[in-house]
């Protein structure tokens, strides 16, 4: 009987396109076989992650801003994450975006089925999403999902109502808090002051809310909230509702990430890795459930403008002797990525460039 019933549920959900439904089953009591992906997401706890002070960054103080700089590009070097503290987002702002975002997964699915995915094209989108394994077989994950484009363009659902001034709000103030991350950056690597800015004409920078709800699982070690993956962009910034669940890979090992309240993780995309020219790596992380509680957490990914061409920065190029990624428009590797869920090779493995 309990496999029929788990049948009958994932007819539904998977008809519904939400995760949310299911787990609140009273039914419920092992995952239906869609969702089967064994995982170990036992790992270990790092002493902490770098920490940067953003306060520190802007400081007047000659030397405490050279301190945080070197701090800044040991992070990204190193672990390819790390926590930023006072930044100067409200902790109002960040409470607001993960109590509206919640709101959203609230809604009716029929309010929710408005905004299925009909191409990588669209500007909002919503669902569970899946991913095609090794053996070419589909896997659902544990987790509902609400995207929207930002900006340049500013695209959000329409309930509930509160969510589109929050998010809009939460997205400008990140967006000044990358831009001078990325100019620190941009100093670690020895280029020209304002060059990251032309290059990547962050003037009318990509960026993407998404929000992300993995509900309690009966099987955590059966199923996967997000696998292994890389992010696109230049840096993601993520707030949850203080439940673990986000690990890193750092040298070969998996970690639990902890960042405390009114921190935000960030860490280093894919794009930065290409402009970069290999010095930053874009570090493959994952999302993990467990049987008790529901996580949220909320993303922002900064990247270039749509119509910019990211490559290896000129000046780095020079140095190394060669590029180590072919160019590509930014909007075209965001939308070749997320129309290419497959577990393995990512979209960044796929524009290396090989040795001879």
């Keep these: 009987m309990a496999a029929t019933a788990n049948s009958q549920i994932i007819s539904s959900t998977t008809e519904n396109s939400f995760v949310k439904a299911l787990a609140e089953s009273s039914t419920l009591k092992s995952i239906p076989t869609e969702f089967t992906f064994p995982n170990d997401y036992t790992c270990s706890n790092p002493n902490s992650l770098p920490t940067v002070d953003f306060s520190l960054l802007i400081s007047p103080d000659p030397d405490q801003r050279s301190k945080t700089l070197h701090e800044l590009a040991g992070a990204c070097e190193q672990w390819g994450f790390f926590v930023l503290v006072n930044h100067g987002i409200p902790e109002s702002v960040l409470k607001g975006a993960i109590s509206a975002s ?99 004409k962050l003037d009318t920078c990509f960026q993407l809310y998404a929000a992300n709800y993995y509900p309690p699982c009966p099987q955590p070690d059966q199923a996967i909230g997000i696998p292994p993956h890389t992010d696109h962009g230049l840096l993601t910034f993520l707030i949850h509702n203080g439940v673990a669940g986000l690990q890193i890979q750092h040298n070969g090992e998996w970690f639990d990430t902890n960042s405390p309240p009114n921190s935000i993780l960030v860490n280093t995309g894919d794009h930065l890795e290409i402009f970069s020219n290999g010095r930053y790596k874009s570090v493959k992380h994952r999302a993990v459930v467990n049987t008790e509680a529901t996580r949220i957490s909320v993303v922002l990914s900064n990247g270039a403008a749509p119509d ?21 428009k930014f909007i075209d590797y965001v939308e070749t990525m997320t129309s290419n869920l497959r577990m393995g090779k990512t979209s960044l493995d796929c524009i290396k460039i090989q040795d001879e």
């Design 102 to 200: 919640l709101e959203y997964f609230d809604l009716p699915a029929e309010e929710k089925r408005r905004y299925e995915a009909k191409s990588p094209s669209d500007p909002i989108k919503s669902g569970s999403g899946s991913v095609i394994n090794t053996n070419n077989h589909r896997i659902h994950l544990w987790r509902d999902y609400v995207k929207s484009y930002v900006h340049p363009q500013f695209h959000c659902p329409h309930q509930p109502t509160n969510l589109r001034d929050t998010v809009y709000e939460f997205s400008e103030k990140s967006r000044k808090v990358a831009r001078t991350l990325l100019q620190g950056i941009g100093e670690n690597l020895g280029l020209e002051k304002g060059y990251i800015d032309e290059a990547l």
């Design 308 to 328: 910019a061409v990211v490559g290896p920065a000129r000046e780095l190029v020079e140095r190394d002797g060669r590029a180590l990624y072919h160019s590509m």
